[in-house]
């Protein structure tokens, strides 16, 4: 069953006054929600935009003189109020003058499936991992394994001092930017 099935139902249990539902229903739409914001990052902030339309989604779940229909209404809905919201948080900050909104309302929205990885590229970013110098190599494997603990930490586990570990982890992502786009892998498009 995909993504989109179990949120609706989900949804569809939260309406009969489920919150443990709505918390899963939550769970699945976050990150799709977040990502169909990502446009509205620099103007507003993201996270009083989920909580807000999270809050209203609930008051429409348990409203019951209001309904949703049709495929992933619920999902479909949750991502207009979540644009609405970004827009009044703009609009409140003067933020819309800078924003061209009518190019914000043509683009997609998102849906709760995340994006498949793309074999290729992972198997590029390896290659490219691998082919490192050594030092800079244990550096930047330290931070992509545990980039929770403070540098420091990461530095004295890979025996560098502090200075040394920050300088390899730059040097380690230009090789690694340059390696990547010697493969035609182009950072620009992946990272927008």
């Not at 609930?58 to 970004?86: C, E, M, Q, S």
């Given at each position: 069953m995909m993504t989109d099935d179990r949120a609706d139902l989900a949804f569809g249990r939260a309406?009969?006054?489920?919150?443990?539902?709505?918390?899963?229903?939550?769970?699945?739409?976050?990150?799709?929600?977040?990502?169909?914001?990502?446009?509205?990052?620099?103007?507003?902030?993201?996270?009083?935009?989920?909580?807000?339309?999270?809050?209203?989604?609930?008051?429409?779940?348990?409203?019951?003189?209001?309904?949703?229909?049709?495929?992933?209404?619920?999902?479909?809905?949750?991502?207009?109020?979540?644009?609405?919201?970004?827009?009044?948080?703009?609009r409140r900050y003067r933020q819309d003058r800078f924003v061209d909104l009518g190019v914000l309302d043509d683009l997609p929205e998102g849906r709760v499936e995340p994006d498949p990885p793309d074999p290729a590229l992972g198997r590029a970013i390896a290659d490219c991992l691998d082919r490192l110098p050594s030092q800079p190599r244990a550096a930047l494997s330290a931070r992509l394994h545990d980039g929770l603990r403070p540098d420091r930490e990461l530095a004295a586990r890979v025996r560098m001092k502090g200075n040394t570990f920050l300088q390899n982890i730059v040097r380690a992502r230009r090789l690694l930017r340059a390696c990547l786009e010697k493969r035609g892998v182009r950072l620009a498009e992946i990272l927008s």
């Open positions: 309406r009969l006054g489920d919150r443990e539902a709505f918390a899963a229903w939550m769970g699945m739409v976050e990150i799709p929600l977040r990502r169909s914001l990502q446009r509205y990052a620099r103007a507003v902030d993201v996270e009083i935009v989920v909580q807000e339309t999270f809050l209203r989604m609930w008051l429409l779940a348990i409203d019951p003189n209001r309904t949703l229909a049709g495929d992933h209404a619920a999902l479909k809905f949750a991502h207009r109020v979540a644009r609405n919201v970004a827009q009044e948080e703009m």
